[in-house]
């Protein structure tokens, strides 16, 4: 079952295991899009669409959070409807609608705000009671910064100096320097920010809201009322460090960009609560990973202790991967608190297959 902040915070020598099915023990699924529902191409990740109708059913509320600014609520549930996963735009939340709050609160209703990105801002804005501009010479009260995608102009970035240039205050939606694409990995709108930084020669930095900071989180409990939030995500320091900072438990699905080995190598505000090869986890239970007297973790058929500069995982070949990972990362977290360095696990996750 969830735990409270504190011990969220502090227990972080190894993954946490939960009796009934993580579906049970949460009210709302707060899931990541990108490499946890579909992959950068659009099409869903094997599982996802089966896992979470059988999540819903079972009585579990799904919700969308993106730190993508782009897209409007209403193109995100309908792409993810299409896929067979049903959804409307009151279930989405994106960094958008979170930024446009954080300026909704600093500045009047009917205020000009100066836009740099896409339709998906002006929508959140608009939203607020707010007046999307496009030129510093509009009067904006507010300047907000968010993914445009790969065509926006270059001069977006120049007013958006303009105005910063003359004093006017600077939000972003998400500072996340890249972003995956059908093609590979293209700019985000992290890289975007420093551009406009270092026009305005790094006198000023802007709110951020998205993940991993706290205002997305605040977001997305106000508009879905979680009272059991479970943060769903596969990175570690915007979806399961947001999961931290907000003080939730978090599943880390591995379909997307963490890696075995960026998991074990993760510092205690990276890890995750709980750990799954793919959104089924959300419907089964979670192992507890035990520590031995002798220093090692063991999890289902596996067992991993750390020997001389390496860690070693010992068990059945026809055990499931994703418990030796669990149990691994007992050992690896549990040896990096010691202050030790780092411990050589390249053996042990090949022999998963990780």
């Not at 320091?237 to 931290?244: L, N, R, S």
């Not at 793919?278 to 192992?287: A, C, K, N, T």
């Not at 990362?329 to 360095?341: D, I, Y």
Request: with cysteine.
């Amino acid at each position: 079952m969830a735990r409270d902040g504190q011990e969220r915070r502090t227990e972080r020598s190894r993954p946490g295991g939960s009796a009934v099915a993580l579906s049970e023990a949460y009210d709302t699924a707060l899931l990541d899009l990108d490499g946890v529902v579909y992959f950068a191409g659009g099409a869903a990740i094997p599982y996802a669409v089966e896992a979470l109708g059988a999540a819903r059913e079972r009585g579990m509320r799904l919700a969308y959070v993106t730190n993508n600014a782009l897209r409007t609520p209403d193109t995100v549930a309908g792409h993810l409807t299409e896929l067979g996963v049903p959804a409307e735009p009151g279930d989405v939340v994106t960094s958008a609608q979170a930024v446009a709050r954080l300026v909704a609160e600093d500045v009047p209703a009917g205020s000009r705000v100066l836009v740099v990105g896409g339709e998906g801002l002006r929508v959140a804005l608009r939203e607020r009671g707010l007046v999307p501009v496009e030129s510093a010479d509009d009067g904006p009260v507010a300047v907000v910064q968010g993914y445009g995608g790969p065509d926006m102009a270059w001069g977006r970035f120049a007013e958006a100096a303009y105005a910063i240039g003359r004093g006017v205050p600077w939000y972003a939606s998400n500072t996340d320097l890249t972003i995956p694409g059908a093609r590979g990995i293209a700019p985000g709108n992290g890289a975007a920010v420093e551009v406009v930084r270092i026009a305005t020669g790094g006198r000023v930095e802007p709110k951020v809201a998205g993940k991993p900071q706290p205002p997305m989180h605040r977001e997305t409990v106000l508009r879905t009322g979680a009272r059991r939030p479970l943060v769903v995500g596969d990175r570690l320091d915007t979806d399961i460090e947001g999961a931290f900072h907000g003080g939730v438990d978090s599943l880390l699905v591995l379909t997307g960009v963490t890696d075995g080995a960026t998991l074990l190598a993760a510092v205690p505000e990276h890890r995750p609560t709980y750990v799954a090869a793919d959104l089924r986890g959300l419907l089964v239970g979670q192992p507890e990973v035990v520590a031995e007297a002798d220093g090692g973790f063991r999890c289902g058929g596996w067992r991993a202790s750390a020997r001389g500069e390496e860690l070693v995982l010992e068990g059945a070949a026809d055990s499931e991967a994703v418990d030796g990972l669990r149990a691994l990362c007992g050992a690896a977290w549990t040896w990096a608190g010691s202050g030790a360095c780092g411990l050589d696990a390249g053996k042990a996750l090949a022999r998963l297959g990780l």
